[in-house]
């Protein structure tokens, strides 16, 4: 039987993809709080074991689970509060107590939970010491293998990214915001039909029989008329990457422009990204949207091998340049050792001074 044209038909309703955050520790559940206020309708999980600081968390669809030190109990704790999703997005400042402590137990819970479990990773500052910089690797070298993916950030990268000018929560606030930037594209990519569509299937399609893959992700908007090398230079430069993705083997491209956006762009875009890795696979989108006259929005989501994550013999520019120092402050000698020195100099002059003293005809006795 034929239905009326005015009723809905539930077979052709795209199903919304489930996306939640999970913020675990202090700094994981700031950066996704900060998320939370970003990016519309963002389901949050925030999971600490400090509750003044779980309460100071008011605005959003968020839910805090608060631990209570006691591994069994909060793993039941854990089992029963983290509900099934689609894409679980797991925020954490590796070489915090909380993350060392509790990282490994939520991505087992969560790798029975969700159907992509992608972690966003943050590096410590230089100063906060090598040994925490050491731990934090070690902490993600043990989940690697729990996760679709990793993206790893550096907190040091704030000085050498951001006007110098800024204090330092504003300087913080810029890896936060390019981030939210990057996710909100992706997730809008995700629930939005296109004219070229990109959905949950094709993300797990990326991911496919694959777990530990480095990720870059990055999301830009410029100008039609911008220039194809600035296009790229911009789309491929993540300034707050700790880790970056040299050769990708798999490619997510999501471009959007207004209705005044050319075949012949799309095309040489599409173009600049292939020659990334001519070899790999790449999953493209288009579509186009009214409010974006003149505009271009592209998205891109790279995955790559980790080894350089699980290599024994792998150093942080921060620890290379620290050897660096080291091996050079041995080189250089200290004020006693240059005092000998000078004292050897002298007595070996006196020495050869004293033979001009002796008479010529007194040098045989």
């Not at 996704?32 to 509750?51: C, G, H, M, P, Q």
């Not at 631990?67 to 997005?89: F, G, W």
């Not at 819970?109 to 159907?115: F, N, P, Q, T």
Request: net charge positive; proline share 2%; charged share 35%.
């Amino acid at each position: 039987m034929l239905k009326k044209s005015n009723e809905k038909d539930s077979s052709f309703k795209v199903p919304k993809v489930k996306i939640e955050v999970i913020g675990i520790g202090g700094g994981g559940c700031k950066i996704a709080y900060f998320l939370a206020s970003e990016i519309k309708n963002l389901k949050t999980t925030l999971i600490d074991k400090d509750f003044k600081l779980l309460k100071s968390f008011k605005k959003g669809k968020l839910k805090k689970i608060l631990l209570t030190k006691e591994e069994h109990k909060d793993k039941k704790l854990l089992e029963k509060y983290l509900k099934p999703v689609d894409l679980s997005l797991v925020v954490a400042c590796l070489g915090g107590e909380t993350t060392k402590r509790y990282l490994a137990l939520i991505l087992e819970i969560l790798e029975k939970k969700a159907k992509i479990n992608l972690g966003i990773f943050i590096f410590p500052f230089a100063f906060e010491g090598e040994k925490k910089s050491l731990e934090a690797r070690d902490t993600l070298k043990k989940v690697l293998t729990k996760l679709e993916g990793v993206m790893v950030l550096s907190n040091q990268k704030v000085f050498e990214s951001v006007a110098k000018s800024l204090t330092f929560n504003l300087a913080l606030q810029e890896i936060n915001k390019t981030l939210a930037i990057s996710l909100e594209n992706l997730i809008e990519v995700l629930r939005a039909p296109q004219l070229i569509n990109i959905d949950f299937a094709d993300l797990r399609e990326l991911f496919k029989k694959s777990k530990g893959n480095l990720i870059y992700l990055n999301s830009i908007s410029i100008s039609k008329e911008t220039k194809l090398e600035e296009i790229e230079k911009r789309l491929f430069q993540n300034p707050f990457l700790e880790i970056k993705l040299d050769t990708p083997k798999k490619i997510l491209l999501s471009l959007e422009g207004g209705p005044d956006l050319e075949l012949y762009l799309f095309e040489k875009i599409a173009e600049k990204v292939y020659v990334k890795n001519p070899s790999g696979r790449i999953i493209i989108g288009l579509n186009q949207i009214k409010s974006l006259q003149g505009k271009l929005r592209i998205l891109i989501l790279a995955i790559g091998k980790a080894e350089v994550l699980l290599d024994k013999n792998s150093k942080t520019k921060y620890q290379k340049e620290k050897k660096l120092r080291k091996v050079t402050k041995m080189k250089r000698k200290t004020s006693l050792e240059l005092q000998k020195e000078k004292e050897l100099q002298v007595k070996k002059i006196l020495e050869e001074d004293s033979k001009w003293d002796k008479p010529a005809f007194l040098e045989s006795f």
